[in-house]
């Protein structure tokens, strides 16, 4: 058997996106793994998994190549999104999520906004191990010190440093995504600010390790500047693979504008998968 998917990118931040609106689809962590696997499986960032949605236009599920699921991804959300616009002909479209609803429409030059929800800052809510203030976490790795908690669907620790070209994130990011203070493991940030308009930002992902872009990361990275008092409220955010306008609305919701963009479509050999289960509905 034959499971169709398409794989599509967001600022390089890049998806195996199959569509299980008319097939439900139960896949084990270790067929979500293989397929992640850029050596062995179809390779990518996160796998994103649609379904049906009784609330909103599609239910997204996020898988990191890890196995593990995610509350949110930025990238595949505008992606996910764009896709669903084009088809339905339509400039509005409500992404469900584990975490909740998410409301996108289109913006200029075909880039896709994203209402990513709420910031939250409580360190309940980040979540972390301890009472503590999130906007200076008591954590330190070397120079690496007094990061921003933040969750925006997902939980994000955001360090600013003077030059992020310089960090060893594969020395570092592993380290810090597994800290005790994270219960939930943490999308890790590093974050210069370049004017109080523009942040260049790189990430290791949780479950995912580098990668060109984090949405979320990005979004996260904006409200933790903003609570320095570093930015104001919208700034441009610099990542490896392009930019995010980033602004964070006083009702407390985060707007994240961007790209997307569809590479190819094909076809994974379910016997290339060993013991893969897809469940026809
Ligand atoms: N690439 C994403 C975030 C994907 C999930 C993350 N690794 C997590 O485990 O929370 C984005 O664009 O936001």
Redesign the pocket.
């Known amino acids: 058997m034959r499971l169709p998917f398409t794989k599509m990118h967001?600022l390089g931040?890049d998806f195996v996106v199959i569509d299980a609106r008319s097939r439900p689809l139960s896949l084990s962590d270790a067929q979500k793994r293989r397929i992640a696997d850029r050596r062995r499986g179809i390779g990518c960032?996160?796998l994103i998994v649609l379904e049906r949605s009784r609330g909103a236009d599609v239910f997204m599920r996020?898988f990191?190549p890890d196995g593990?699921e995610?509350?949110?991804?930025?990238?595949?959300t505008r992606c996910v999104a764009g896709r669903l616009m084009a088809e339905n002909g339509v400039e509005r479209i409500v992404v469900e999520t584990i975490s909740g609803l998410l409301e996108t429409r289109a913006a200029d030059r075909g880039d896709i906004t994203v209402d990513m929800g709420e910031a939250r800052t409580d360190w309940r809510d980040i979540p972390v191990a301890q009472e503590c203030d999130t906007l200076h976490l008591p954590l330190a790795l070397g120079s690496l010190a007094d990061p921003v908690g933040v969750n925006v669907g997902?939980?994000h620790a955001v360090f600013f440093v003077p030059d992020v070209t310089v960090i060893d994130l594969e020395k570092a990011g592993p380290e810090l995504e597994r800290a005790p203070l994270f219960p939930q493991?943490a999308?890790i940030e590093f974050v210069q600010l370049l004017t109080p308009g523009r942040l260049r930002m790189r990430v290791w992902?949780?479950?995912?390790g580098i990668?060109q872009?984090?949405?979320?990361?990005a979004c996260a990275s904006l409200v933790a500047a903003a609570r320095r008092g570093m930015t104001g409220r919208k700034a441009e955010v610099v990542l490896d693979g392009g930019t995010l306008t980033i602004e964070w609305l006083p009702n407390n919701h985060v707007l994240m504008t961007g790209g997307w963009t569809t590479s190819f479509q094909g076809e994974i050999e379910l016997a290339d998968v060993p013991a893969l289960e897809a469940v026809h509905g």
């Open positions: 967001g931040n960032d996160q996020i990191n593990s995610a509350g949110a991804c930025g990238n595949a997902n939980p493991r999308n992902e949780r479950g995912a990668t872009a984090c949405g979320s990361g």
